[in-house]
């Protein structure tokens, strides 16, 4: 996969004919996933390169700021699922107030002369455009070869980003890696923290969101991997008496999940904060590259009155969700 980024001053590419699909592919959920498979078939019969199109920041993000719907996917996660799925280049074009400004001929002219777009692949309500000027039927006269997807249904429903985010909010773990075609996760490095967590014996790491907010947020209990190396590894060689608790993945440690902005702290400014608590474990995993998946939901973020009361709150959240691992010797959705 080679990864290309658009704006709307960008050169003529020199790339061979492509098969384009287009959108913002928040979640890479399986009606993406269909239309990959869709797109990868179009390019196999027609002996075109794979391209999908991406948004960065995504539209509503640039329209609407911290308003906006919160993202299933980083940037970075997006890249990781579609590059999964065998796409050969990701473009991923720049929404800024010039790209906004792009008339639907505009938009077709890039398409055409800097990804080399012979055939498109979208979906059955595309638009595009200055005021959503372009449509499948405006880019079938200006020259290209259009197939339509029709949506894709599950349980009786469009799966769709938005019903994803709904199901992750309302703490339905199970639906939501139904619809996703996988477990729900977020993926980020290890950064410094104010360590209060460790004041009150229950150290945790601070992961980096990479999104204005995160679509859930509560108590979880979670598996993390490190993306480049044995989590469970790196903790016993930090110290051997303390291994923490090995989660599903052998190389990976189960641990207590927090995803809010911990409103009994006080704070300045707020911030939405993903921390892990590893009951049993003494190791320094800063800069690590992790990947947080959310297995079961505990309950939603508390206000506690004092350090005192959190501290006993997370000690009972611990407690349960270590209970859970016991009572769940294997796990699936």
């Not at 919160?70 to 991923?92: F, H, M, N, Q």
Request: proline share 4%; charged share 25%.
């Amino acid at each position: 996969m080679k990864l290309l980024r658009l704006n709307a001053l960008t050169p003529r590419t020199e790339l061979a004919k492509t098969a384009v699909t287009i959108g913002n592919f928040d979640g890479v959920h399986l009606g993406h996933q269909v239309m990959i498979r869709q797109l990868k078939a179009v390019a196999e019969q027609h002996q075109l390169k794979t391209v999908v199109m991406i948004f960065e920041p995504q539209p509503l993000e640039f329209f609407k700021g911290y308003e906006a719907p919160p993202r299933i996917s980083s940037l970075r996660e997006k890249v990781e699922y579609l590059t999964e799925l065998g796409v050969d280049y990701i473009a991923v074009a720049k929404f800024d107030e010039r790209f906004r400004s792009l008339s639907a001929e505009e938009f077709a002219t890039i398409l055409k002369d800097k990804l080399n777009a012979d055939h498109l692949v979208l979906g059955d309500d595309f638009h595009f455009g200055k005021n959503r000027q372009g449509n499948s039927e405006f880019l079938r006269e200006f020259g290209f070869e259009v197939s339509n997807l029709d949506t894709v249904v599950l349980d009786g429903e469009r799966v769709s980003s938005t019903r994803i985010r709904q199901r992750l909010q309302a703490g339905d773990l199970a639906q939501a890696a139904k619809l996703l075609g996988r477990p729900y996760s977020i993926s980020g490095r290890v950064q410094y923290g104010d360590q209060i967590g460790r004041t009150i014996d229950f150290p945790t790491i601070n992961v980096r969101l990479n999104r204005h907010k995160p679509c859930l947020h509560g108590i979880y209990g979670v598996e993390v991997v490190c993306e480049t190396e044995s989590l469970k590894a790196r903790v016993q060689a930090a110290d051997a008496s303390k291994t923490g608790i090995t989660g599903y993945n052998p190389t990976a440690l189960f641990g207590a999940g927090h995803v809010g902005t911990r409103p009994a702290i006080q704070q300045a400014d707020p911030e939405w904060r993903l921390e892990v608590h590893f009951p049993d474990v003494s190791a320094n995993l800063y800069g690590l590259l992790m990947r947080v998946t959310f297995l079961t939901y505990l309950h939603g973020e508390k206000n506690y009155p004092s350090l005192e009361a959190l501290k006993a709150g997370i000690d009972d959240d611990v407690e349960k969700l270590l209970e859970f691992r016991r009572n769940h010797p294997t796990f699936s959705f």
